[in-house]
């Protein structure tokens, strides 16, 4: 089969792979119908993990169930199906908490937990981004999807990743009806984030970054665009909640996406929240941090240490939460807002291509080439 291949730092091809196969009597094997870009795949893609040259990216995935193992009693052959990101068993002492970003069955490194399709450190699992995908624990990964799935396919794509995420980043943070949302980084996660906020009945959703064309889709769906390369972020949201501070604030960018050119100060998003969110309010952290940089210009950086404001965040009372985002946890009920006509995340999309056309993209979302937001891959 057709798969998107790491070749190496920056380097992307098409090449043919083995074709995935059932391998355990609880798979279920899927021909790919859409699989995203993520921000998560460029920490692989710069060459800043252990990703293994040869080895197939994509997690953000959805298709069409062509077999299932003997074991698999609820999924069938034709089923439309969305796979959240986490692969994991249903059963173990995380997954039993909802935590199945945290399985302890699907990471093979007994000192580690969670796993996912094509990632570095998360077990050795092949990635979407090609013609067929086997997903473990059939039965208890695959979302299904009703009649309307191929309509709203570049919605139901979201599900794997990046709707979950900005929501989850909204619940860490505590968002109920009424709250001041910042939310950092106008990135496919922030905007989920935005438009999280915003169906949770947010007051107002402010969302900073310093490209346009993200900003303007934020406004799309009602939020403030606060462009931090004009004006002072911090001043901004206080500027608008008389103040105040915002109730709310959610980190979307994470490490990797601040200037790539490493001038700037990698805690600088995580400082901005800590000083416009209000005392005693939320911050909800799913931007990645990665454990270690070694290629960083920023000293701590290359530890992995990151240098917040912790005596503010201490003294304002904050609360925050981090990590990966568990999916499965709302991705049922993300999907009926979908059905229900409640909630289109595929305004993103800016570019649908296939998969000879991967190289050229990575390329373009790598270097944030104004316009490429989010690309979904038809294999
Ligand atoms: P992205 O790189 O496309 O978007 C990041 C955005 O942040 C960019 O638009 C960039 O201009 C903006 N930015 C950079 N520095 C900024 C600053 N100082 N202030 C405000 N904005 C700034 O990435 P994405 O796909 O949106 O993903 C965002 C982060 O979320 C990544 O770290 C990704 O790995 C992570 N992620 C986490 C999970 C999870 O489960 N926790 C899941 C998916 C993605
Ligand atoms: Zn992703």
Redesign the pocket.
């Known amino acids: 089969m057709k798969a998107v291949v790491y070749q190496g730092p920056h380097d992307v091809a098409v090449t043919d792979v083995p074709d995935a196969k059932i391998e355990r009597p609880t798979d279920v094997l899927v021909r790919v119908t859409t699989t995203n870009i993520?921000?998560?795949d460029?920490?692989m893609y710069e060459g800043r993990t252990s990703f293994e040259k040869g080895r197939t990216f994509g997690h953000e995935n959805m298709g069409e169930v062509v077999e299932i193992g003997k074991g698999v009693e609820k999924v069938k052959v034709g089923d439309r199906v969305v796979l959240p990101?986490n692969i994991s068993c249903g059963f173990c002492k995380n997954c039993e908490r909802g935590l199945t970003?945290y399985c302890l069955t699907t990471q093979p490194d007994p000192s580690a937990a969670g796993a996912a399709y094509g990632f570095a450190e998360m077990g050795q699992y092949g990635g979407g981004q090609a013609e067929l995908l086997r997903v473990p624990f059939g039965d208890h990964n695959a979302l299904r999807l009703g009649e309307d799935a191929q309509d709203k396919e570049n919605d139901y794509v979201m599900l794997s990743?990046?709707f979950p995420?900005g929501y989850?980043a909204t619940e860490m943070a505590g968002v109920i009806p009424g709250d001041s949302v910042v939310i950092?980084?106008?990135?496919?996660?922030?905007l989920m984030a935005a438009l999280s906020a915003t169906i949770k009945g947010a007051s107002k959703v402010m969302v900073?970054?310093?490209?346009p064309d993200?900003l303007a889709l934020a406004e799309q769906i009602g939020a403030i665009a606060i462009d931090?390369s004009k004006v002072d972020?911090v001043q901004a949201v206080l500027d608008e909640t008389m103040g105040l501070g915002a109730d709310r604030g959610c980190e979307?960018?994470?490490?990797?996406?601040?200037?790539p050119e490493g001038n700037?100060d990698p805690a600088?998003?995580l400082n901005?929240l800590i000083n416009s969110v209000r005392f005693t309010g939320g911050i909800g952290t799913?931007?990645?941090f990665v454990p270690q940089d070694p290629g960083a210009k920023d000293e701590l950086a290359k530890q992995g240490k990151v240098a917040i404001d912790f005596g503010t965040h201490w003294f304002k009372g904050q609360t925050m939460g981090n990590?990966?985002?568990p999916v499965k946890r709302y991705n049922r009920r993300l999907r009926d807002l979908i059905a229900a006509d409640k909630a289109k995340p595929s305004w993103i999309v800016s570019h649908e291509i296939s998969l000879d056309q991967a190289a050229d993209a990575y390329r373009n979302?790598d270097s944030?080439s104004e316009g490429w937001t989010k690309v979904v891959i038809k294999p």
């Open positions: 993520c921000g998560s460029l920490h990101f970003n990743d990046i995420t989850h950092a980084g106008a990135g496919p996660v922030g900073v970054d310093r490209h993200r931090d972020p979307c960018v994470g490490y990797q996406a601040h200037d700037e600088a998003t901005m799913v931007g990645v990590g990966q985002a979302f944030r």
